[in-house]
T-cell receptor, first 113, second 115 residues
Framework: DTEVTQTPKHLVMGMTNKKSLKCEQH?????MYWYKQKAKKPPELMFV???????INESVPSRFSPECPNSSLLNLHLHALQPEDSALYLC????????????FGEGSWLTVV | GDSVTQMEGPVTLSEEAFLTINCTYTATGYPSLFWYVQYPGEGLQLLLK???ADDKGSNKGFEATYRKETTSFHLEKGSVQVSDSAVYFCALSSLNAGNNRKLIWGLGTSLAVNP
């Protein structure tokens, strides 16, 4: 079972709102990722967690705040976003120490109004 | 640094036509290579992968062979269907200076299959 579950599937938020995107996997993967994707473009890496610790932050603005509460969960907290932040946000995971395959969730479609 | 070059689309084919989407890469070491597919309105799905030279990945009638001598990983399918209409991304798995693994992506190729 190679399943990464993301909620919500769709989110509309105002520029002053605070919201969160959630991601869950039960494959025992200890690396988890957040990507941002604009239409028909390749995904852009935002954050990587390894063993629940932040290992990569690709210079993402502080209005995006990741959190990894445990080895199965990954959150992305959103605050004071801009309309240009509207995109598909993809969570992914990988088994550390066994294979290089990164598995993606279905994504959360975010619209900032 | 590592990079992936993928043929630009969009590609439009008739049903049952033969498909080739070219992908070449530049990398140090021996990366793993992947094709991901994104159907309209959906997330990314792993289509197939190859982890070493001469490996052939295959899935759903698609195939790609890891060619180290030509640094290529071209995607092929003998007979496409309307349901194959999607965006296809070639990617390689790369280690950065901090020993973190990340994917290096091609720009994606949009495929439209007409009945």
């Amino acid at each position: 079972d190679t399943e990464v579950t993301q909620t919500p599937k769709h989110l509309v938020m105002g520029m002053t709102n605070k919201k969160s995107l959630k991601c869950e996997q039960h494959m025992g993967h200890r690396a988890m990722y957040w990507y941002k994707q604009k239409a028909k473009k390749p995904p852009e890496l935002m954050f990587v967690y390894s063993y629940e610790k932040l290992s990569i932050n690709e210079s993402v603005p502080s209005r995006f705040s990741p959190e990894c509460p445990n080895s199965s969960l990954l959150n992305l907290h959103l605050h004071a976003l801009q309309p240009e932040d509207s995109a598909l946000y993809l969570c992914a995971s990988r088994h550390l120490g066994r294979g290089n395959t990164i598995y993606f969730g279905e994504g959360s479609w975010l619209t900032v109004v | 640094g590592d990079s992936v070059t993928q043929m630009e689309g969009p590609v439009t084919l008739s049903e049952e036509a033969f498909l080739t989407i070219n992908c070449t890469y530049t990398a140090t070491g021996y990366p793993s290579l992947f094709w991901y597919v994104q159907y309209p309105g959906e997330g990314l799905q792993l289509l197939l992968k190859a982890t070493k030279a001469d490996d052939k990945g295959s899935n759903k009638g698609f195939e790609a062979t890891y060619r180290k001598e030509t640094t290529s990983f071209h995607l092929e399918k003998g007979s496409v269907q309307v349901s194959d209409s999607a965006v296809y991304f070639c990617a390689l798995s790369s280690l950065n200076a901090g020993n973190n693994r990340k994917l290096i992506w091609g720009l994606g190729t949009s495929l439209a299959v007409n009945p």
